[in-house]
Protein backbone atom coordinates (compact mmCIF):
# COMPACT_ATOMS: atom_id res chain seq x y z
CA UNK A 1 0.00 0.00 0.00
CA UNK A 2 1.07 3.21 -0.98
CA UNK A 3 -0.03 6.67 0.98
CA UNK A 4 -0.99 10.17 -0.44
CA UNK A 5 -1.59 13.46 1.55
CA UNK A 6 -2.76 16.59 0.19
CA UNK A 7 -2.56 19.21 2.13
CA UNK A 8 -4.50 22.59 0.71
CA UNK A 9 -5.20 25.64 2.05
CA UNK A 10 -8.42 24.77 3.50
CA UNK A 11 -8.24 21.18 3.43
CA UNK A 12 -6.44 18.06 3.56
CA UNK A 13 -7.35 14.64 2.10
CA UNK A 14 -5.49 11.56 3.58
CA UNK A 15 -5.81 8.62 1.12
CA UNK A 16 -4.43 4.74 0.90
CA UNK A 17 -3.86 3.23 -2.30
CA UNK A 18 -3.08 -0.38 -3.72
CA UNK A 19 -0.17 -0.82 -5.54
CA UNK A 20 -1.75 -0.68 -8.56
CA UNK A 21 -2.67 3.02 -7.69
CA UNK A 22 -6.64 2.42 -6.90
CA UNK A 23 -7.58 4.61 -3.53
CA UNK A 24 -9.02 2.34 -1.24
CA UNK A 25 -9.69 4.56 1.78
CA UNK A 26 -9.95 8.03 2.65
CA UNK A 27 -9.49 10.90 5.41
CA UNK A 28 -10.35 14.47 5.22
CA UNK A 29 -9.99 17.28 7.76
CA UNK A 30 -9.89 21.20 7.68
CA UNK A 31 -6.35 22.25 7.24
CA UNK A 32 -5.50 23.86 10.77
CA UNK A 33 -3.90 27.34 10.16
CA UNK A 34 -1.47 26.15 13.48
CA UNK A 35 0.96 23.66 12.57
CA UNK A 36 1.17 21.23 15.60
CA UNK A 37 -2.74 20.96 15.64
CA UNK A 38 -2.44 19.76 12.07
CA UNK A 39 0.11 17.24 12.77
CA UNK A 40 -2.26 16.08 15.30
CA UNK A 41 -5.01 16.50 13.47
CA UNK A 42 -3.45 14.07 10.65
CA UNK A 43 -2.20 11.42 13.12
CA UNK A 44 -5.90 11.06 14.55
CA UNK A 45 -7.05 10.71 10.69
CA UNK A 46 -3.86 8.06 10.17
CA UNK A 47 -5.06 6.31 13.51
CA UNK A 48 -8.62 5.72 12.13
CA UNK A 49 -7.19 4.14 8.91
CA UNK A 50 -7.94 0.52 8.02
CA UNK A 51 -5.07 -0.33 6.45
CA UNK A 52 -1.77 1.06 8.02
CA UNK A 53 0.81 -1.02 6.55
CA UNK A 54 2.69 1.57 3.79
CA UNK A 55 5.78 1.44 1.75
CA UNK A 56 6.12 4.59 1.10
CA UNK A 57 4.06 8.03 1.34
CA UNK A 58 3.80 10.82 -1.29
CA UNK A 59 3.14 14.24 0.15
CA UNK A 60 1.45 17.53 -2.33
CA UNK A 61 1.69 20.71 -0.36
CA UNK A 62 0.41 24.37 -1.11
CA UNK A 63 3.53 26.41 -0.30
CA UNK A 64 7.34 27.03 -1.19
CA UNK A 65 9.31 24.09 -0.66
CA UNK A 66 12.76 23.18 0.24
CA UNK A 67 13.12 19.51 -1.36
CA UNK A 68 16.41 18.86 0.13
CA UNK A 69 15.16 18.82 3.56
CA UNK A 70 11.54 17.87 3.23
CA UNK A 71 10.24 21.89 4.43
CA UNK A 72 7.96 24.40 3.72
CA UNK A 73 9.46 27.63 3.69
CA UNK A 74 6.40 29.64 3.05
CA UNK A 75 2.71 29.09 1.86
CA UNK A 76 0.63 31.83 0.31
CA UNK A 77 -2.64 30.50 2.23
CA UNK A 78 -1.70 29.44 5.48
CA UNK A 79 0.50 31.14 8.58
CA UNK A 80 2.97 27.88 8.16
CA UNK A 81 7.08 29.05 8.17
CA UNK A 82 9.67 26.44 7.60
CA UNK A 83 7.87 23.77 9.13
CA UNK A 84 9.41 19.96 9.10
CA UNK A 85 6.25 18.42 7.13
CA UNK A 86 8.06 15.53 5.22
CA UNK A 87 9.73 14.33 8.85
CA UNK A 88 6.75 14.86 10.47
CA UNK A 89 4.26 12.74 7.80
CA UNK A 90 7.11 10.46 8.34
CA UNK A 91 6.42 9.64 11.78
CA UNK A 92 3.13 9.50 11.48
CA UNK A 93 2.50 7.30 8.74
CA UNK A 94 5.94 5.12 9.52
CA UNK A 95 7.39 5.01 6.09
CA UNK A 96 9.90 6.78 3.89
CA UNK A 97 8.25 9.19 2.19
CA UNK A 98 8.64 12.10 -1.03
CA UNK A 99 7.02 15.88 -1.08
CA UNK A 100 6.79 18.08 -3.94
CA UNK A 101 4.20 21.06 -4.25
CA UNK A 102 0.30 20.44 -4.76
CA UNK A 103 0.01 22.22 -8.45
CA UNK A 104 3.48 20.39 -9.75
CA UNK A 105 2.49 16.84 -7.92
CA UNK A 106 -1.19 16.86 -9.70
CA UNK A 107 0.60 18.02 -12.82
CA UNK A 108 2.63 15.22 -12.80
CA UNK A 109 -0.29 12.47 -12.35
CA UNK A 110 -2.56 14.72 -15.22
CA UNK A 111 0.47 14.61 -17.37
CA UNK A 112 0.76 10.93 -17.30
CA UNK A 113 -2.91 9.99 -18.78
CA UNK A 114 -1.50 12.42 -21.77
CA UNK A 115 1.74 11.14 -22.52
CA UNK A 116 0.93 9.44 -25.45
CA UNK A 117 -0.52 12.71 -27.24
CA UNK A 118 1.36 15.48 -25.43
CA UNK A 119 4.70 15.80 -24.05
CA UNK A 120 4.49 19.95 -22.71
CA UNK A 121 1.73 19.44 -20.44
CA UNK A 122 0.51 22.77 -17.63
CA UNK A 123 -1.09 22.26 -15.01
CA UNK A 124 -3.16 25.04 -13.71
CA UNK A 125 -5.48 24.51 -10.41
CA UNK A 126 -7.70 26.87 -9.40
CA UNK A 127 -9.27 26.62 -5.90
CA UNK A 128 -8.48 28.84 -2.87
CA UNK A 129 -5.16 29.82 -4.67
CA UNK A 130 -3.94 29.32 -8.28
CA UNK A 131 -1.16 26.42 -8.35
CA UNK A 132 0.80 25.98 -11.34
CA UNK A 133 2.92 22.88 -12.78
CA UNK A 134 4.62 21.75 -15.74
CA UNK A 135 5.83 18.58 -16.84
CA UNK A 136 8.26 18.31 -20.04
CA UNK A 137 8.87 14.71 -21.36
CA UNK A 138 7.20 13.28 -18.22
CA UNK A 139 9.41 15.19 -15.24
CA UNK A 140 8.21 17.97 -13.08
CA UNK A 141 10.08 21.05 -13.82
CA UNK A 142 11.16 22.25 -10.37
CA UNK A 143 12.55 25.58 -11.92
CA UNK A 144 9.25 26.84 -12.12
CA UNK A 145 8.20 28.91 -9.17
CA UNK A 146 6.62 27.18 -6.19
CA UNK A 147 4.41 30.20 -5.45
CA UNK A 148 2.32 29.67 -8.55
CA UNK A 149 -0.17 32.76 -8.80
CA UNK A 150 0.35 34.51 -5.23
CA UNK A 151 3.55 35.98 -6.70
CA UNK A 152 2.64 36.76 -10.78
CA UNK A 153 1.98 40.11 -11.23
CA UNK A 154 0.08 40.89 -14.28
CA UNK A 155 -2.05 43.71 -16.12
CA UNK A 156 -5.32 44.33 -14.63
CA UNK A 157 -7.75 47.56 -15.01
CA UNK A 158 -4.57 49.05 -16.12
CA UNK A 159 -2.04 48.64 -13.59
CA UNK A 160 -0.17 45.28 -12.39
CA UNK A 161 -2.03 42.97 -9.35
CA UNK A 162 -1.11 39.83 -8.20
CA UNK A 163 -2.81 37.29 -10.72
CA UNK A 164 -4.15 35.10 -7.46
CA UNK A 165 -5.19 37.98 -5.49
CA UNK A 166 -8.30 38.58 -8.87
CA UNK A 167 -8.60 35.34 -10.05
CA UNK A 168 -8.36 32.60 -7.60
CA UNK A 169 -11.74 30.84 -6.24
CA UNK A 170 -11.33 32.65 -3.03
CA UNK A 171 -11.75 36.05 -5.42
CA UNK A 172 -14.73 34.50 -7.46
CA UNK A 173 -15.91 34.20 -3.97
CA UNK A 174 -15.33 37.70 -2.89
CA UNK A 175 -16.56 39.23 -5.93
CA UNK A 176 -19.53 37.21 -6.51
CA UNK A 177 -20.89 35.81 -3.58
CA UNK A 178 -21.13 32.37 -5.09
CA UNK A 179 -18.73 29.33 -5.31
CA UNK A 180 -18.24 27.95 -8.65
CA UNK A 181 -20.60 25.19 -8.50
CA UNK A 182 -23.22 27.45 -8.33
CA UNK A 183 -22.51 30.46 -10.73
CA UNK A 184 -24.76 29.02 -14.07
CA UNK A 185 -24.39 32.18 -16.11
CA UNK A 186 -22.46 32.95 -19.15
CA UNK A 187 -22.22 36.27 -18.34
CA UNK A 188 -20.08 35.61 -14.91
CA UNK A 189 -18.23 33.05 -16.34
CA UNK A 190 -17.02 35.25 -18.99
CA UNK A 191 -15.71 38.10 -16.72
CA UNK A 192 -13.64 34.77 -14.63
CA UNK A 193 -12.56 33.93 -17.89
CA UNK A 194 -11.36 37.65 -18.24
CA UNK A 195 -9.57 37.75 -15.21
CA UNK A 196 -7.50 34.27 -15.91
CA UNK A 197 -6.48 35.36 -19.49
CA UNK A 198 -3.41 37.70 -18.62
CA UNK A 199 -1.80 34.79 -16.45
CA UNK A 200 -2.76 32.14 -18.84
CA UNK A 201 -1.46 34.33 -21.75
CA UNK A 202 1.60 35.46 -19.80
CA UNK A 203 2.31 31.46 -19.37
CA UNK A 204 1.48 30.11 -22.43
CA UNK A 205 3.99 32.47 -23.94
CA UNK A 206 7.04 31.58 -21.76
CA UNK A 207 6.36 28.00 -21.16
CA UNK A 208 5.31 26.83 -24.89
CA UNK A 209 2.44 24.21 -23.69
CA UNK A 210 1.08 21.38 -26.12
CA UNK A 211 -1.80 21.48 -23.83
CA UNK A 212 -3.19 23.19 -20.47
CA UNK A 213 -5.49 21.57 -18.18
CA UNK A 214 -7.41 23.50 -15.23
CA UNK A 215 -8.17 21.54 -12.64
CA UNK A 216 -8.86 22.42 -8.12
CA UNK A 217 -12.71 23.24 -7.31
CA UNK A 218 -12.89 25.73 -10.43
CA UNK A 219 -11.55 23.49 -12.71
CA UNK A 220 -14.53 20.82 -12.01
CA UNK A 221 -16.74 22.79 -13.48
CA UNK A 222 -14.82 23.22 -16.81
CA UNK A 223 -17.36 22.89 -19.29
CA UNK A 224 -19.28 25.87 -18.06
CA UNK A 225 -16.40 28.01 -19.33
CA UNK A 226 -14.48 25.78 -22.01
CA UNK A 227 -15.69 27.74 -24.75
CA UNK A 228 -15.26 31.13 -23.50
CA UNK A 229 -11.65 30.60 -23.01
CA UNK A 230 -11.24 29.67 -26.02
CA UNK A 231 -13.46 32.63 -27.94
CA UNK A 232 -11.09 34.93 -24.87
CA UNK A 233 -7.13 34.27 -25.98
CA UNK A 234 -7.70 32.86 -29.84
CA UNK A 235 -7.15 36.54 -30.62
CA UNK A 236 -3.63 36.29 -28.97
CA UNK A 237 -2.55 33.72 -31.44
CA UNK A 238 0.41 34.55 -33.80
CA UNK A 239 2.16 32.30 -36.27
CA UNK A 240 5.42 32.33 -33.20
CA UNK A 241 3.07 31.37 -30.36
CA UNK A 242 0.23 29.10 -30.67
CA UNK A 243 -2.45 28.64 -28.51
CA UNK A 244 -2.59 24.94 -26.82
CA UNK A 245 -5.40 22.62 -26.36
CA UNK A 246 -7.53 23.12 -23.17
CA UNK A 247 -8.37 20.17 -21.20
CA UNK A 248 -10.34 19.70 -17.64
CA UNK A 249 -8.34 17.17 -15.87
CA UNK A 250 -9.78 14.09 -15.39
CA UNK A 251 -9.89 14.24 -11.66
CA UNK A 252 -9.75 17.48 -10.46
CA UNK A 253 -10.48 17.08 -7.09
CA UNK A 254 -7.43 13.76 -6.71
CA UNK A 255 -5.32 15.10 -8.91
CA UNK A 256 -2.83 15.45 -6.27
CA UNK A 257 -3.49 12.25 -4.39
CA UNK A 258 -2.92 10.03 -7.60
CA UNK A 259 0.24 12.33 -8.18
CA UNK A 260 0.87 11.84 -4.80
CA UNK A 261 1.31 8.05 -5.71
CA UNK A 262 3.11 8.23 -8.57
CA UNK A 263 5.58 10.20 -7.47
CA UNK A 264 6.02 7.99 -4.05
CA UNK A 265 6.07 5.08 -6.38
CA UNK A 266 8.49 5.70 -8.74
CA UNK A 267 10.94 7.28 -6.09
CA UNK A 268 10.87 4.49 -3.78
CA UNK A 269 11.27 1.75 -6.61
CA UNK A 270 13.89 4.01 -8.10
CA UNK A 271 15.74 3.80 -5.12
CA UNK A 272 15.31 -0.07 -4.41
CA UNK A 273 16.84 -0.78 -7.33
CA UNK A 274 19.89 1.69 -6.63
CA UNK A 275 20.07 -0.29 -3.53
CA UNK A 276 20.01 -3.69 -5.18
CA UNK A 277 22.51 -2.47 -7.32
CA UNK A 278 24.53 -1.51 -4.98
Same mark, same amino acid.
Given at each position: ????????????? $????????? %????????????????????? #???? #????????? @???????????????? %??????????????????????????????????????? =???????????????????????????????????????? =?????????????????????? +??????? +??? #??????? @?????????? $??? %? @???????????????????????? $?????????????? =??????????? +?????????????????????? @???
Amino acid at each position: MYAGVDVGGTKTL $LAVLDDHGV %IKETRKFPTPENYHHFVLELR #HAAA #HLEHRDFKA @AGIGTTGTIDRQHGII %IRTGTLPWQRVPLLADVEKVLHCPAVIENDAKIAALSES =MLLKDRYRRVLYITISTGIGVGFVLGGKIDTTLNDAGGSN =MLVGHRGKLEIWEHFASGKAIV +ERYGKRA +EEI #HDEATWK @AIVRDLRPGL $LEL %I @AILEPEAVVIGGSVGTYFERYKHL $LTTELKPYETPALR =MPVFLQASRPE +EAVIFGCYDLAKATFTKERRHA @AAA
